[in-house]
């Protein structure tokens, strides 16, 4: 079983619904890493089991990634030290992005003042670009790409460069990224700092733009993949501006609160509590005569502003998808949600 829908139904789609495991109905998907199978060095629970599952279902997998600070042997490397079996072409990165969107105004040759890791170095250089440090060195690109050892020089180097015209494009603008010990500043804080020297705002080659899934999907020749991701501003927002399904995991950055109250351009079409839900049919919401949404047993409705389950207690993962419905079927009629009435949902 397949579900197949035309770009434009997708991008306007609400939650779907399968009657098979989720791994069966589609032919590819596109899997975010950082909270998603890992986070920093540790490993997602039940990432590896439930990605192996999916593969035995045959469903392929490419990890798309807007961390374009090391290059795709060391990520695939990373997966599968995590029991997840990854070959170096099974992975795709912004820094490849990155690489790519430089093309489409720069000819082999130009100079490129990089300012990242390894993975954007290889990218720039793979495309034919000569890689150079200095604003010196009157390069025609700044690229800038998150790695850990970005320091105020390089920062400094990137601003005189763009200041001077030098075309400046982000591999991604992720705030933040996810680390053991928290939330650290991620590409885009750190791009935020050269615009605010500037005034010039990056172009940006990452997710939520659709040309890193669409180059991934072009690569393995998919014709109806599944994004994964953990962050509805990146991930799933870029699977709607892609026109593909999206699954939203409840193990990163955005919450079962974030999917009730998202707007439009980043809600997911459907949402697990972790890469088990895989193997598992989504339940479609359905509306009954009396305003509920129902879910498997789970059942909400928003009246007079206020967010209603039928019962009190722990939330699990139908409790949300019923609230998803009835609050997208309330905010897309206009009608604003009290925030305060969400309870605190548990998958």
Known sequence: M??????????????????KPLASCYDLALVDLDGVTYQGALPIAHAADGLTAARAAGLRLTFVTNNASRVPDDVANQLTSL??????????????????????????????????GAGLITAVKAEGFTVVTSADDTPDAVAQGFAPTVAWTHLAEAAYAVA??????ASNLDMSLPQTRGYAPGNGALAAAVQAATGVAPANSGK??????????????????????????TDLAGARSAGF??????????????????????????????LR???????????????????EGRAARVTAGRLELDRQGPQGINAVRAACAAAWEAADAGHTLDESTLPQFTA
Not at 83 to 94: F, Y
Not at 277 to 295: C, H, I, R
Request: charged fraction near 15%; charge should be negative.
């Open 245 to 274: 399904a999206g699954l939203h995991v409840l193990t990163g950055v955005s919450s079962a609160r974030d999917d009730i109250l998202a707007n439009p351009t980043m809600r997911p079409h459907y949402v697990g509590a972790d």
């Open 277 to 295: 839900v895989l193997a598992e049919p989504q339940p479609a919401p359905v509306k009954t005569g009396d305003g509920w949404w129902q879910v």
């Open 208 to 233: 939520p733009g659709p040309a890193m899934y669409e180059l991934a999907v072009a690569r393995a020749g998919a014709a109806n993949p599944l994004v994964i991701g953990d962050r509805l501003d």
């Open 2 to 19: 397949t579900v197949s829908l035309t770009v434009a139904d997708l991008k306007a789609a609400g939650l779907l619904g399968t009657d």
């Open 164 to 169: 001077a015209g030098a075309w400046f494009v």
């Open 83 to 116: 029991d997840i079996p990854t070959q170096p072409q099974e992975v795709v990165t912004s820094a490849q992005a990155c690489a790519a969107l430089l093309r489409t105004r720069l000819e082999p040759g130009a100079k490129v003042l990089v300012v990242g």
